[in-house]
Structures are given as structure tokens and as C-alpha cells.
């Protein structure tokens, strides 16, 4: 049974910072293109970044270039998003999905929200 649990989520004012988790299991972690996703309140779900089974990075979306970075640990089968410099319209659910360029597998998302 394929899982993809996220964690880390949470209440951070803006310019602070969070790191996501997504513990993966059920299917070849180590050998996945893995992404994180996000969704906010009235908006299409959009791609935030996407990292290869080696852990190179395929794109991150312009709006979180240079403030937000995906990693991943084979090890642990588990994927991260570092967030720093937060700001408000960051404010959504995010999921982390693997298989690429059309996710397979998708979890159950962690709300992000970015308030002071």
C-alpha cells in the first residue's frame, strides 16, 4: 500500500521559517522523481519543486526561487521542503506526490498558513 505522509506544517509569522516532511512507502522511493505541490484557497494546485531520485533538483517554481529548497534522504525514504523568508501569500495545503511529470501518488497535504 503506497503512503505519502506530510508533517511540519503550521502558524509562522511571515519571514519565518518551516520544514516540511513526507515519509514515503509502498513503491521505489529511491527511484522516484518526487515533488511538492500547493494549494491555496481558491487557486489550481501548482508545482512548487521537483527533485530527481538522486536528489538534483528539476525546477522550483519562480515564486519560492531562492527561498525555499526540496532535498530528500533514500535512506529514509523521506522527502523535506525547507521554507524560509515565509510571506503570506505562501499561505496554503502542500503535498508532496511522486512519479514525474504526471505525479502517480499523492499524500494527504499539510496546511501551511503565513499570518502575523
Known amino acids: 500500500q503506497v503512503q505519502l505522509v506530510e508533517s511540519g506544517g503550521g502558524l509562522v509569522q511571515p519571514g519565518g521559517s518551516l520544514r516540511l516532511s513526507c515519509v514515503a512507502s509502498?513503491?521505489?522511493?529511491?527511484?522516484?522523481?518526487m515533488n511538492w505541490y500547493r494549494q491555496a484557497p481558491g487557486k489550481e494546485r501548482e508545482l512548487v519543486a521537483s527533485?530527481?531520485?538522486?536528489?538534483?533538483?528539476?525546477n522550483y517554481a519562480d515564486s519560492v526561487k531562492g527561498r525555499f529548497t526540496a532535498s530528500r534522504d533514500n535512506a529514509k525514504n523521506t522527502l523535506y521542503l525547507q521554507m524560509n523568508s515565509l510571506k503570506p501569500e505562501d499561505t496554503a495545503v502542500y503535498y508532496c506526490?511522486?512519479?514525474?511529470?504526471?505525479?502517480?501518488?499523492w499524500g494527504q497535504g499539510t496546511q501551511v498558513t503565513v499570518s502575523s
Open positions: 527533485i530527481t531520485s538522486a536528489g538534483g533538483i528539476i
Open positions: 506526490s511522486a512519479g514525474g511529470p504526471r505525479p502517480s501518488y
Open positions: 509502498g513503491f521505489g522511493f529511491s527511484g522516484s522523481i
